[in-house]
């Protein structure tokens, strides 16, 4: 069992930062790929950006340029800023990690999310 445990949501003014983190603990054996996703209601959850272990970065176009995805000191640990965030960046942040232990094989594993509001 992993666990991930997100901070660093909250309300922002258009134009300022916000930094997430989300930290994996448990049973991390396989962890292959970092991400942070968005979702806002009646939408479907999209990837803001990931990072994989073999350094890997993909970021959505919508934050390119704009946000930066890294990993942390401590282990198992990620972070997104967020920089001159805009009202649509609005919406809930999920943590997700792929583990991939096998060919073939992919589990992912979810935070409980954490919402980034900024408003105009």
């Known amino acids: 069992q992993v666990k991930l445990v997100e901070s660093g949501g909250g309300l922002v003014q258009a134009g300022g930062s916000l930094t997430l983190s989300c930290a994996a603990s448990g049973n991390t054996f396989g962890l292959n790929t970092f991400g942070w996703y968005r979702q806002n209601p009646g939408k479907q959850r999209e990837l803001a950006a990931s990072?994989?272990?073999?350094?890997?970065?993909t970021y959505a176009d919508s934050v390119k340029g704009r946000f930066s995805i890294s990993r942390g000191d401590a282990e198992n640990t990620v972070y997104l800023h967020m920089n001159s965030l805009k009202p649509e960046d609005t919406g809930v942040y999920y943590c997700n990690v792929v583990f991939r232990t096998l060919p073939g094989i992919r589990v992912d594993a979810w935070g409980q999310g954490t919402q980034v509001t900024v408003s105009s």
């Open positions: 990072l994989s272990t073999d350094g890997t970065i």
